[in-house]
């Protein structure tokens, strides 16, 4: 069984940054860097969104535009093996319902599509409200 348990999140002002984090227990003789890693966001009314994925054995990624809703440059994934953290960086932040954000982990190192019913593992969720 692999465990997740997030942390971070808040009240961040319009144009700020927060960083998420998630420490990761993964399965006995397994090593959390070899995981894929997904995060997605939920906002009351809408299905789970991926966010971002960083396959296994990549220690840092940047998302590309999806959907329309450009977060390119803005949000950032990484993770810190020593530590078996991963981070999610989220910058520029705009006014918009409050989300939660959920990271997610499958135990092999290829990440499918950011479908979230893909994905096996999740942290508990944690919210960013970003007021107007």
């Known amino acids: 069984q692999v465990h997740i348990v997030q942390s971070g999140g808040g009240l961040v002002e319009p144009g700020g940054s927060v960083r998420l984090s998630c420490q990761i227990s993964?399965?006995?003789?397994?090593?959390?860097?070899?995981?894929?890693i997904g995060w997605f966001r939920e906002v009351p009314g809408k299905e789970r969104e991926g966010v971002i994925r960083?396959?296994?054995?990549?220690?840092?990624?940047?998302?590309?535009?999806a959907n329309g809703d450009t977060k390119k440059g803005r949000f950032t994934v990484s993770r810190d093996n020593d530590k078996r953290m991963v981070y999610l960086q989220l910058k520029h932040l705009t006014s918009e319902a409050p989300a939660v954000y959920y990271c997610?982990?499958?135990?092999?190192?290829?990440?499918?599509?950011?479908?979230?019913?893909?994905?096996?593992?999740w942290g508990q969720g944690t919210q960013v409200t970003v007021p107007s």
């Open positions: 997610s982990a499958r135990d092999r190192p290829t990440c499918p599509p950011l479908e979230w019913r893909l994905y096996d593992f």
């Open positions: 993964g399965r006995s003789g397994r090593n959390p860097a070899d995981y894929c």
């Open positions: 960083l396959n296994g054995g990549i220690n840092e990624g940047v998302a590309e535009s």
